[in-house]
């Protein structure tokens, strides 16, 4: 049985955290490998969907001629 979706970022994040936990510790039953795998596809997606709608929101503002910063904000890190 899979879990509902996530509904936030936070939430989509923790959840693949605890899947990657779940699959490194080796104790995850090859019958449950498939259904961790399909979650963690779904949460990561989620999370990217969210990560691009606000890069797409600030390169607007950076467009636009916002006074944004113009250091690198490319902050996104798997190690989170």
Avoid: F, H, K
């Avoid at 936030?8 to 019958?31: C, F, H, M, P």
Wanted: charged share 35%; aromatic share 4%.
């Amino acid at each position: 049985m899979t879990e509902p979706q996530p509904t936030s970022y936070r939430e989509a994040y923790a959840r693949l955290s605890r899947i990657a936990a779940e699959l490194e510790s080796g104790e995850a039953d090859l019958d449950r490998v498939l259904p961790l795998l399909e979650d963690a596809r779904a949460a990561y997606a989620q999370c990217r969907e969210r990560i691009e709608a606000v890069r797409a929101v600030l390169a607007g503002d950076w467009a636009d001629g916002s006074d944004a910063d113009e250091t690198d904000t490319d902050n996104t890190d798997d190690a989170e």
